[in-house]
Every structure is written in C-alpha cells, then in structure tokens.
C-alpha cells in the first residue's frame, strides 16, 4: 500500500500583491514565479521531495520524509528571499488526491488564500518516521514515443506543444478520475504522476486510454520507494527499460 504525504504550497494573499500599488510588470511575477519553483524545488529536493509547479501561484509537493521543521524552515527560507511568503498544507493518504484534499482543506479552514491576515500557515500533522515503509510513494513517469521523430523534428514548436499538451491533458483527467493520481507535467514530453498503489493492467489501461482518445502513445516506468526521489529515480530506470525492450510499461 502506498502512503503518499503531500504538501500544498501557497503564496500568500498574492493576487492583491500583484497590482499594489498598481498592477506589477507582468515580467516581473513571471521571474519571481519560476524562482520561486526553482528555489522550492531545491529546498524540498534536498530533503527528498517532490515540487510540481502547477499553476505557479499554489504548487504541490511530495513530502515524504520532511517533518513540521523542516516544512518551517522552507517557509522562514521564503520569507528571507522573497516579498511574499507561503502557507503550507500537509497530509498522508494511501489516495493521493484524498491526501491533496485534506491539505487543502487545512489551509482554507486558515482563511482565504487571499487574506492578508493568513500568512505562513502550517498545518496538518507529518508522518511520524515510525509509520513510514519503502513502498509509501509510487511515482509513474511517463514519456511521449518517439516525440522528436513525430513532433519537435517535423512541426513548429507550438503545434509540438498542442500534441503533448493534449496527451498530458487526457492523462491528467483519466489519472485523476480513475485512479486518484496526480499527474504533472515537467518538460519536454514528460508527465510525472504521483500514484496510488496501481497494478501493469491498470498503467497499460491508461496509456490505452490516450492513445484512443487524441492519439498520443506513451510508455511509463514506474517505481516505489520511501520518498518521492527515489521513487522517481526508479522510475526512470523504468523508463530506460521500456525503451531498451520497446515495452510500454515496466516497474522497478
Ligand atoms: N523533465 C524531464 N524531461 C526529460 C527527461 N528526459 C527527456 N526529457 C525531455 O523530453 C524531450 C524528449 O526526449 P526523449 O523523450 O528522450 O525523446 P523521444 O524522441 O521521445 O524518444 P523516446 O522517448 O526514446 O521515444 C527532451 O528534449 C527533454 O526535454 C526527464 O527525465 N525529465
């Protein structure tokens, strides 16, 4: 069984930040936001988390292994560096879209996301390292067949972007419907999903799905591990199987 802790990561009352005094240059937020990601994802990596930036304003993290410290820490870490802070919303779940959900739920019973009163917030309860296994996060890579070959070799770059946006689109939706998994994309034609604990049939089903709905072909590696690195480490190593065997799901 997997036990997925996930954090919720949220700036703090940042839609009226961004046009006080007057709207801000949008070049501006669109550099704090990828700084933001990229400092978020060395500070959570570096205790073995995950971060998917999503929609930049709220990110999600896979945390397993980091406790309350070291949640506070990133947060006091972000309000040193930047001029905004984070609220953080933290819980475990065998369902990874249920522990996404109790998250959220921590910091909107704090207040809205947009409540200058409801600044770094720290919620919900880490799990404690006794209940922890090597089999608490499962991590599906997933990656586009061939897609220099048919994309970025053959169409301009947006229509490239229309291709693997549309299979990460129908990805997302059947993960997240079927399975309760979390799917991110992460660059170039690769889809990074956080899992339940899901079986051969249930991958191939997937990748099913999306080659008859808009025509992507994926293949997906897929490892288990104690934390989100190395699960995800895995899970490449999945990934280099599928393509030295051309076999379209293998776990590791
Ligand atoms: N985030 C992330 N991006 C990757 C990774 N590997 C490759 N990419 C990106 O994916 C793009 C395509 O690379 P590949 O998936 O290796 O190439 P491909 O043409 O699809 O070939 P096959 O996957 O072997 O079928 C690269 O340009 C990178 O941007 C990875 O492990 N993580």
């Given at each position: 069984?997997?036990?997925t802790q996930i954090t919720l990561i949220q700036i703090d009352n940042y839609g009226p930040?961004?046009?006080?005094?007057?709207?801000?240059?949008?070049?501006?937020?669109?550099?704090?936001?990828?700084?933001?990601?990229?400092?978020?994802?060395?500070?959570?990596?570096?205790?073995?988390?995950?971060?998917?930036?999503?929609?930049?304003?709220?990110?999600?993290?896979?945390?397993?292994?980091?406790?309350?410290?070291?949640?506070?820490?990133?947060?006091e870490s972000v309000s040193n560096r930047?001029?905004?802070?984070?609220?953080?919303?933290?819980?475990?779940?065998?369902?990874?879209?249920?522990?996404?959900?109790?998250?959220?739920?921590h910091l909107q019973e704090a207040g809205s996301a947009q409540d200058a009163a409801r600044t770094e917030v720290l919620r919900g309860d880490p799990l404690a390292e006794s209940n922890r296994t090597d089999e608490d996060v499962q991590i599906a890579h997933f990656d586009v067949n061939d897609?220099?070959?048919?994309?970025?070799?053959?169409?301009?770059e947006y229509d490239s972007f229309i291709q693997i946006?549309?299979?990460?689109?129908?990805l997302m939706k059947h993960m997240r419907e079927e399975h309760d998994g979390l799917s991110f994309f992460v660059g170039g034609?690769?889809?990074?999903?956080?899992?339940?604990?899901?079986?051969?049939?249930?991958?191939k089903s997937a990748i099913d799905h999306v080659r008859e709905d808009v025509g992507v072909d994926l293949k997906v590696g897929v490892g288990r591990a104690r934390t989100a690195q190395a699960a995800g480490m895995d899970a490449k190593h999945a990934l280099e199987t599928c393509r030295h065997e051309a076999t379209t799901v293998e776990f590791r």
């Open positions: 069984m997997t036990n930040w961004t046009v006080t005094p007057e709207p801000r240059r949008e070049v501006d937020l669109q550099t704090l936001q990828s700084r933001l990601y990229a400092d978020l994802s060395q500070l959570f990596g570096n205790r073995e988390g995950y971060v998917f930036f999503t929609r930049f304003d709220n990110m999600i993290a896979v945390t397993n292994g980091l406790d309350a410290d070291a949640h506070a820490l990133i947060q930047y001029p905004v802070t984070i609220s953080l919303g933290v819980e475990t779940d065998a369902n990874p879209a249920k522990a996404l959900g109790t998250a959220t739920e897609a220099t070959g048919k994309y970025t070799d053959q169409l301009n946006e549309q299979g990460y689109a129908s034609d690769n889809i990074i999903a956080v899992c339940p604990a899901m079986d051969g049939d249930a991958y």
